[in-house]
């Protein structure tokens, strides 16, 4: 099994900065791809941000240009960068990994991103 665990997030102001970071332990062996995906409340989970086995990354439109996702394969760790945070990037962000085998995705408990005007 696969267990990942998100921290980094927390209550910044508009314009501000945070890091998050997600580290995966277990049975992580044919790892696909590592993202990002956040949930505001009365919304639907939604893509934040992918990169793949191979290192090409994917962004949603709302956040292209201010946020960049990195992983370091000696920590198995995934990072998203947040940077010129707004109030609607307040969410719930998600850690998830899809790999080529049964079960092929694993998610994060979540962390809290809380941006204030």
């Known amino acids: 099994q696969v267990q990942l665990v998100e921290s980094g997030g927390g209550l910044v102001q508009a314009g501000g900065s945070l890091r998050l970071s997600c580290v995966a332990s277990g049975s992580i062996f044919n790892i696909n791809a590592m993202g990002w995906y956040r949930q505001a409340p009365g919304k639907q989970r939604e893509l934040v941000a992918l990169i793949t086995n191979s290192g090409i990354t994917n962004y949603a439109d709302s956040v292209k240009g201010r946020f960049t996702i990195s992983r370091d394969n000696a920590k198995n760790t995934v990072y998203l960068q947040m940077n010129s945070l707004k109030p609607e990037d307040t969410a719930v962000y998600y850690c998830?990994?899809?790999?080529?085998?049964?079960?092929?995705?694993?998610w994060g408990q979540g962390t809290q991103v809380t941006v204030s005007s």
């Open positions: 998830k990994l899809t790999r080529d085998q049964f079960p092929y995705n694993y």
